[in-house]
Structure formats: C-alpha cells, structure tokens
C-alpha cells in the first residue's frame, strides 16, 4: 500500500477510534474483546494466500490492536 494514503488513514483511524470509546459508556473489557476479535479477522485475511487486498488486511489488524489497548485503559 502507498505510504502516502497508508499514514494519514493510519492516523484518521486511531482519532476516530479513541472518540468512539470516549464518547462509549461501554465496558473497556467489552472493547478489548473487540479489538481481539478484530485482530485474529485481520491476521487470518494477512495469512490467507488468496486474498489480496493491498495491504488493508495490515490496517485492519492494527485497528483491532488500537481498540485492545484502548479498551485496556479505559475505566469501567
């Protein structure tokens, strides 16, 4: 993926991410489970060998690892 679009979306998504679970009245356990579950979709598509998708398989495990720390820290 080209770096150019790669780091601003990067960053697009981690803002959008910590005012989604700030805004949320949601359990940080709740978010973490999320965030673990959308790691292993994103690795599982990284690992499959008849998927290509330009490289958004790698931001899609990075928002799946965004959320679990973000999850982590929030209060409950």
């Given at each position: 993926?080209?770096?150019?679009?790669?780091?601003?979306?990067?960053?697009?998504?981690?803002?959008?991410?910590?005012?989604?679970?700030?805004?949320?009245?949601?359990?940080?356990?709740?978010?973490?489970?999320?965030?673990?579950?959308?790691?292993?979709?994103?690795?599982?598509?990284?690992?499959?060998?008849?998927s290509d998708l330009?490289?958004?398989?790698?931001?899609?495990?990075?928002?799946?690892?965004?959320?679990?720390?973000?999850?982590?820290?929030?209060?409950?």
């Amino acid at each position: 993926m080209n770096t150019l679009i790669f780091i601003p979306a990067l960053i697009l998504v981690t803002y959008l991410v910590f005012l989604l679970v700030r805004k949320s009245n949601t359990s940080g356990t709740k978010f973490m489970l999320l965030g673990l579950s959308i790691l292993l979709l994103g690795g599982i598509i990284a690992v499959d060998g008849n998927s290509d998708l330009g490289g958004f398989e790698y931001l899609i495990v990075f928002i799946g690892l965004i959320l679990s720390v973000v999850g982590f820290g929030k209060d409950n």
